[in-house]
């Protein structure tokens, strides 16, 4: 790890940020039966590159997933999680796009 990792991780003296992601990794550790296995994840993914928001987790390439050494099971599962909620999110507009244009 780098200095500034070493740093923040020893700056947040263990305490994980309340966020959005946060959420989805604990639900992830519920879903997997795992739940007291992800602070080290949460901590990785919150605490060291700063991603709170869910749509920060767009962001994230697969080569940082395999550079951060998060298990293949969890990332797929967030995978899962951001490919569920984009489909939602599409949907909605779609629906908004044809409730506009029956409405012309």
């Not at 992830?28 to 928001?53: A, N, Y």
């Not at 939602?88 to 409405?103: E, I, L, N, T, W």
């Amino acid at each position: 790890r780098s200095y500034v990792e070493d740093h923040l991780a020893e700056a947040s003296k263990g305490v994980i940020r309340d966020c959005e992601v946060t959420s989805l990794l604990r639900t992830i550790g519920e879903e997997l039966g795992r739940e007291d296995d992800m602070d080290p994840f949460i901590h990785c993914l919150v605490t060291l590159h700063w991603l709170e928001d869910v749509d920060d987790l767009e962001l994230v390439e697969d080569r940082h997933w395999t550079a951060w050494e998060i298990p293949e099971k969890v990332v797929l599962r967030i995978k899962a999680k951001l490919y569920e909620r984009s489909s939602a999110k599409f949907d909605a507009f779609k629906s908004r796009v044809s409730a506009s244009s029956q409405g012309m």
